[in-house]
């Protein structure tokens, strides 16, 4: 079995997942019943964390094959729209 490197596109393509979250919980489609909305403030900001350290990922040195996310020209208007969106929900409720 071969692991294949991790990628920015990759890398970013797996953390579109809190974007869904935070986008489907700010829009009121995210399934939160029976949740308290403490407990939804949460998990959206367990969500907005990972993003934030998704998009600081970069490589420590030379060595280090973490992909460089912070520095690449990928568009990541779609994660930064998130964050923004999940604080603003959080400050709001």
Do not use: C, F
């Not at 991790?6 to 997942?17: F, I, P």
């Not at 995210?30 to 959206?44: A, H, L, P, R, T």
């Amino acid at each position: 079995m071969t692991i294949e490197p991790k990628t920015v596109s990759s890398v970013l393509t797996a953390a579109t997942d809190s974007v869904t979250l935070i986008n489907e919980v700010n829009a009121g489609s995210w399934n939160v019943e029976g949740m308290e909305q403490s407990e939804i403030n949460d998990m959206v900001q367990r969500n907005v964390d990972h993003l934030e350290i998704v998009l600081a990922y970069a490589p420590v040195d030379e060595d280090d094959d973490t992909p460089d996310v912070a520095g690449s020209s990928d568009d990541k208007t779609s994660y930064t729209d998130a964050i923004a969106t999940g604080q603003a929900y959080i400050e709001n409720n």
